[in-house]
């Protein structure tokens, strides 16, 4: 590629990140020497994958206040993990993070990135993003913000992620002779603040040589890629009440909402409704949950029994007491916290024997 050297390019990124970065918890005050804990770097730059800063910042502190070490948080069980993760999202970027200290704390740290990549969950942007940072090693991180931020300086055509590892060869001496980790954050940084989907060019100060800003091309390099349009659901989000016992979904070892509690939730469609005041339910008003891929039109229930049925596999009674130290999704917090509050008599709802029907056990 016929790029300007990136060393020449990028300098000016170093002075202005000097000025203008912002205090965040697990940066190093010293950017020149390698980072004090590297663990921190590897706690943040998990927590960051798809998450806001201002989001992360407590999160983080909590955190560290209750795993501050690769070690500490290796010995923790899976519930506490997962408790601590609670309302970040993407839960299994705790598992990830847990079993990433599991190995350091056995072996030590990788001694390069091919090392630090083979951690779990990890990935080709994080390995680097920590080798850079936590270690100085020229280890060019590319993550939506970078490719963003170069995709404009150097008015790439297309999808600059098809130019991956073009970009990371270019980067490259820009580390080597500004420092690896002052260059990453100064590009994360520019990407965050200033760079945005929406640029301010007029605080940016790679704005003079900035192959998008010059032709008048912003708004649309790099483009925006089209996104799926998520499927919708109607649900009844259900909390089975019998002598101070619940029933809750145990948590699954894999997908998406893996190590987390829930609520049985049963498509609306599927349960025949029964006639208005009809069983002692109790309803609140419902919400809209959005996912990625998925968006559900959530109706909570609370389905008072007189004892517990024999639930179906994967489901469990547990202590009403117990119920706040069990991690839980969001959605799943939500009906968490509305048991503290009056409910009232349904309009619309499936009879009860059918609710118990698709949570018990068949030969129940």
Known sequence: MSWPASAYLLAPLSPWFDRVRRVLPWRAADLDRPHPDPYAVLVSELMLQQTQVATVVPYFDRWMARFPTARALAEADEDSVHKAWEGLGYYRRARFLRASAAAVAERGWPADLEGLGALPGLGTYTAAAVGAIAFQWPTPALDGNAFRVLARLLALEGDPKAQANALRAWLAP???????????????????????????????????PCGARRAGRTG???????????????????????????????????????????????????????????????????????????????????VPLPAPFPPAPGHRWVPLGDLADLPLGKRD?????????????????????ALVRACAAPSA
């Open 220 to 302: 649309e390099i790099p483009p925006t890629a089209a996104r799926a349009k998520p499927k919708a659901a109607s649900l009844w989000l259900v909390a089975f009440q019998a002598q101070d016992q619940v029933l809750l979904v145990a948590p699954a070892a894999k997908g998406l909402l893996a190590g987390l509690w829930r609520w049985p939730a049963l498509e609306a469609d599927a349960l025949p409704s029964r006639p208005p005041g009809s069983d002692a339910l109790l309803a609140w008003p419902g919400w809209t949950q959005v996912y990625t891929h998925r968006r559900e039109a959530v109706s909570p229930l609370l």
């Open 333 to 353: 917090q939500r009906l968490r916290d509305l048991l503290a509050r009056p409910g009232q008599p349904p309009l619309e709802a499936p009879a009860v024997e």
């Open 174 to 208: 820009a580390l080597e002779a500004h420092g690896p980790s002052r260059i990453t954050q100064a590009i994360m940084e520019l990407g965050a603040t200033v760079c945005a989907p929406t640029p301010s060019c007029g605080a940016c100060p790679l704005a003079a």
